[in-house]
Nanobody, 114 residues
Framework: QVQLVESGGGLVQAGGSLRLSCAAS????????MAWYRQVSGKSRELVAR???????FYADSVKGRFTISRDDAKNTLYLQMNSLKPEDTAVYYC????????WGQGTQVTVSS
């Protein structure tokens, strides 16, 4: 069974950077469009960025120009480079497939201090 494990979160000051990783176990990673989501306690999970199998990308307006999504299919890993972080980026970040989504992982906490 394919599982997703997010990592790379932490505490950073506003203006700082973090790089999140999402490691997928099993096979088939390369055949799926992938996405990063984030969730603040008490609010719905929201789409942050997505990347297709042909490397087309989409970003939420709130992160456009600051975040970059990428993937390494040889390593079954999805990345999210986050620059110029703002306090409003504070959330738990998750990854998942766009279609046939898997069970959600535990996510990785990102906290941006002002």
């Amino acid at each position: 069974q394919v599982q997703l494990v997010e990592s790379g979160g932490g505490l950073v000051q506003a203006g700082g950077s973090l790089r999140l990783s999402c490691a997928a176990s099993g096979s088939g990673f390369r055949w799926y469009a992938m996405a990063w989501y984030r969730q603040v306690s008490g609010k719905s999970r929201e789409l942050v960025a997505r990347i297709t199998t042909d490397l087309s990308t989409f970003y939420a307006d709130s992160v456009k120009g600051r975040f970059t999504i990428s993937r390494d299919d040889a390593k079954n890993t999805l990345y999210l480079q986050m620059n110029s972080l703002k306090p409003e980026d504070t959330a738990v970040y998750y990854c998942n497939r766009i279609s046939e989504p898997l069970l959600w992982g535990q996510g990785t906490q990102v906290t941006v201090s002002s």
